[in-house]
C-alpha cells in the first residue's frame, strides 16, 4: 500500500475535539516508518523483487516488513519521537507507535503474500488485493480522500487557498501512486514486470525516501494555514 497508508494519519488530529498531541506532518513519517527503512534496505540492495520457484516476481521484504519488524520499528519510531520532542510524553509515544504499526496491518491487505511473521519466517502473509488493481485504487485513494475531508472538517482554513491545497496535494498523491503502483508496483505483483528493466536500486530507494519526505514537507506547510478549529 502507498497512499493508503495516510488515512489513519489524521487519526489524531482532533481526538475528542481537543489539541492534536502530534503534527500532522509527523503522523505523515509515522505512518510510512516501515516503508523509510524498506527504502533504505532498498537503496543498499538490501531488499527489492525477487523471483519466487516458479519465476512470479514478488516484494523481497524480510526486514522492514514482517509482522516482527513492524513491532520492532512502530517502538522505534516512538522513541525517535521522544528524542525530537523531549517534552513530549506517553501518550504521544503509543499515537506515533499505532499509525506506525498501522502500516503493516494496511499492507496485509493488499500485498500478495509477502509479509513474514519475522525476518526469515517461511510463512509469508498477504491477502492480494493488488489482484484486483482498480478495487485497490480506489481503496487507497479513498482512505486517503476520507482522511482528508475528516481534517478539512476539524481544520479552518486560514483562507481559501489552504482549502485548494489540500485537493492540489491529493492529485498530487493519487498520480504519483498511480504511477507507481498501477505501472510498476502491480506488475511487480502479477508477474508482468520486466525484473531486468529495474532502475538502479540506489535510485529506487532514494525516490521512495524522497516522495515521503515531499509529502510529509507539504503537508507541513498545509498545516501551517489551517489550525483546529477547537484549539484558541
Ligand atoms: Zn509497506
Known amino acids: 500500500m502507498f497512499i493508503g497508508h495516510y488515512g489513519p494519519a489524521v487519526w489524531d488530529t482532533q481526538r475528542g ?26 537503496m543498499f540492495g538490501i531488499e527489492g523483487t525477487r523471483l519466487t520457484d516458479n519465476g512470479a516476481p514478488v516484494f523481497d521484504i524480510p526486514w522492514s516488513h514482517s509482522l516482527l519488524s513492524s513491532v520492532v520499528i512502530a517502538v522505534i519510531a516512538g522513541l525517535v519521537y521522544k ?28 500485498h500478495r503474500p509477502d509479509l513474514a ?20 485504487f ?8 476520507g482522511a482528508f475531508l475528516f481534517w478539512q472538517k476539524v481544520t479552518k482554513a486560514k483562507n481559501k487557498k489552504y482549502d485548494y491545497a489540500i485537493w492540489g496535494l491529493f492529485l498530487l498523491m493519487a498520480v504519483a501512486h498511480f504511477a507507481v503502483i498501477v505501472f510498476q508496483g502491480l506488475q511487480v505483483q502479477n508477474g508482468t514486470y520486466d525484473h531486468t528493466a529495474q532502475p538502479p536500486t540506489m535510485a529506487l530507494g532514494l525516490s521512495m525516501l524522497l516522495a515521503f519526505a515531499l509529502f510529509a514537507f507539504l503537508i507541513s506547510r498545509i498545516e501551517r494555514g489551517r489550525p483546529s478549529k477547537f484549539s484558541d
Do not use: N
Open 17 to 42: 475535539g481537543g489539541k492534536p498531541l502530534i503534527k500532522l506532518w509527523e503522523a505523515f513519517l509515522a505512518v510510512q516508518a516501515m516503508d523509510l527503512f524498506c527504502g533504505a534496505l532498498i
Open 83 to 110: 528524542v525530537f520532542r523531549p517534552q513530549s510524553g506517553r501518550r504521544e509515544f503509543w499515537v506515533i507507535a499505532i499509525l506506525a504499526f498501522s502500516h503493516w496491518l494496511l499492507d496485509l491487505i493488499v
Open 117 to 136: 511473521l519475522y525476518p526469515g519466517g517461511e510463512t509469508l502473509l498477504g491477502f492480494g488485493l493488488w489482484d484486483l488493481p482498480w478495487v485497490a
Open 138 to 145: 480506489v481503496l487507497e485513494a479513498g482512505l486517503l480522500a
